[in-house]
T-cell receptor
């Protein structure tokens, strides 16, 4: 069963505009969330994370928002740049668990066009 | 370079052959994970180690798969009697502890023909 869901397989945005990537989760034990970026033929690269005790975390052009009651998080990229074109994966982990493995969504392909 | 290193980057093998992949984690990281990714899917968890102890194995990891991490340093993932369905990108990641950010290697692309 897919405990982390990214329902939009693709997103196309013009350079300079905002990109919003969405993610939903079902497991209420998840308490830490991460976004990874992946280029073809490479491994995922860590981008930004958020703990469940926060509702927002910013790092430069990237901001992640968490809505625990809705079990929803989103990644905002402002302004979007062509180099941001990649697959973005949302991941979640239950840090209170002794297991600690990451659960991934299926990814969203972001294309930023000039 | 102090990132996670995986070898080989690509492997083509005939069905029925055995293959082994190696992962060298970031040196101070005590957790090491193996994931598998197929086209259109996110990385799927296979197994992980804390130091040399293998703490969890996914149901995806059939008896043909085995992983080791001797002395809590590098890890190997072996697939015996490969099948075409094993074709995928095999990803290794390491982290400094439970729930910390996991850093991935570049992966090993396996093609079974």
């Amino acid at each position: 069963d897919q405990q982390v869901k990214q329902n939009s397989p693709s997103l196309s945005v013009q350079e300079g505009r905002i990109s919003i990537l969405n993610c939903d989760y079902t497991n209420s034990m998840f308490d830490y969330f991460l976004w990874y970026k992946k280029y073809p033929a490479e491994g995922p690269t860590f981008l930004i994370s958020i703990s469940s005790i926060k509702d927002k975390n910013e790092d430069g052009r990237f901001t992640v928002f968490l809505n625990k009651s809705a079990k929803h998080l989103s990644l905002h990229i402002v302004p979007s740049q062509p180099g941001d074109s990649a697959v973005y994966f949302c991941a979640a982990v239950a840090r209170g668990s002794t297991l600690g493995r990451l659960y991934f969504g299926r990814g969203t392909q972001l294309t930023v066009w000039p | 370079d102090t990132g996670v290193s995986q070898n080989p980057r690509h492997k083509i093998t005939k069905r029925g052959q055995n293959v082994t992949f190696r992962c060298d984690p970031i040196s101070e990281h005590n957790r090491l994970y193996w994931y598998r990714q197929t086209l259109g899917q996110g990385p799927e968890f296979l197994t992980y180690f804390q130091n040399e102890a293998q703490l969890e194995k996914s149901r995806l990891l059939s008896d043909r798969f085995s992983a080791e991490r001797p002395k809590g340093s590098f890890s190997t993932l072996e697939i015996q009697r490969t099948e075409q369905g094993d074709s995928a990108m095999y990803l290794c990641a390491s982290s400094i502890g439970a729930g910390a950010e996991a850093f991935f290697g570049q992966g090993t692309r396996l093609t079974v023909v």
